[in-house]
């Protein structure tokens, strides 16, 4: 990665909160923090019991995978994932995924 320039610095005084969001934006880390914000909201979005059956939650091109630990729970989320993923979008605030894919 390359590092900003101290040349390139803005003159006047900012804010902490305006600085992370800049180093944000230039390490274009926005994305990887969204993700892990929707992984830890998983229980929150699922409910506790799908929550408990997960095994692992990771993101690939714009697809979300999911690991479950029972197959009848898997058929059940398969048949609903359309509301899924609208249910994470919409607490992403972003489009950030396309397809849920249960393993």
């Known amino acids: 990665m390359k590092i900003p320039n101290p ?7 900012q804010s902490v909160g305006e600085s992370l969001l ?3 934006a230039a390490y274009r880390l ?3 923090l969204t993700q892990a914000r ?4 998983w229980p929150e979005l699922m409910g506790r019991p799908v929550a408990q059956k997960t095994s ?11 690991r479950l630990t029972s ?4 058929h059940q989320l398969y048949m609903g994932r359309s509301e899924i ?6 607490a992403a605030q972003d489009e950030i995924i396309d397809e849920v894919v249960f393993l």
Not at 38 to 41: E, H, K, L, Q, T
Not at 56 to 66: A, D, M, P, S, T
Not at 85 to 90: A, G, Q, S, V, Y
């Open 7 to 13: 040349s390139q610095r803005k003159a006047e005084v």
């Open 22 to 24: 800049d180093l944000i």
């Open 30 to 32: 926005q994305g990887k």
């Open 38 to 41: 929707v992984i830890d909201a």
């Open 56 to 66: 692992e939650l990771y993101f690939q091109n714009r697809k979300l995978f999911v």
């Open 71 to 74: 197959a009848p729970l898997r």
């Open 85 to 90: 993923l609208r249910r994470i979008n919409e």
